[in-house]
């Protein structure tokens, strides 16, 4: 890679402030100076600027339990963010492979890699997401058969063109129910619990397609997914 996109990618430079350090004999390749920005360099290059050595990181794939009270926008002038939580360098080069509403909790990934996020998110690759609704209102017996065969044949919410795409209920309790949906449709579960009268009170998700949210993390702390987990998208 260019010595300026190197500089701009671990030292969060923009290009012509990598340029600039460059040409003002700021950055040392393996103890040379350089004045070319299109010198080659690579991830055993040892980059130094202005004595501070720069390393390259590889993508990063995170998941995050996610509190409620935080959005998954960069910039919430109501909530902290996402961004706000993870303590790491760079941290805002990291976006929500799918995002949750700000009173819902559990399983975001985040990542650096562009690529990855639309796998995850892309309908076409319709990966299962399961949440867990406690309800308003306790749907039981007869009522519960029928949400069940409603979700499962698909709802035409508000304001869409096109039904969701079948969906499965389980009802845990009569006002706990597990939602598995293929799709990621804005405000998705509530409103689809609002088309059969009802309203969702609390949310969380479980999973993404087969990587579950790690019991291990409390609200707000995320880990590095695993290379299998990385592999699952
Ligand atoms: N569906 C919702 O309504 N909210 C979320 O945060 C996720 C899915």
Redesign the pocket.
Known sequence: MRLDKYLCETADLTRSLAKRAVRREEVRVDGEVVKDPSTHVDETSDVNWLGQSLVLTGPRYLMMNKPTGVECTSHSSHYPTLHDLIDLPNAERLHPAGR??VE?TGLVFLTDDGQWSHRVTSPRHASAKV?RATLAEPVEGRAAEKAMQSFADGLLLKGDSKPTRPAELHMLTPRDARLTIHEGKY?????MFAAIGNRVET?H?ESIGPVQLDPGLAPGECRMLRPDEIQCF
């Open positions: 949750l509403d819902t949440y405000h998705q579960v509530r409103r949310l998700r």
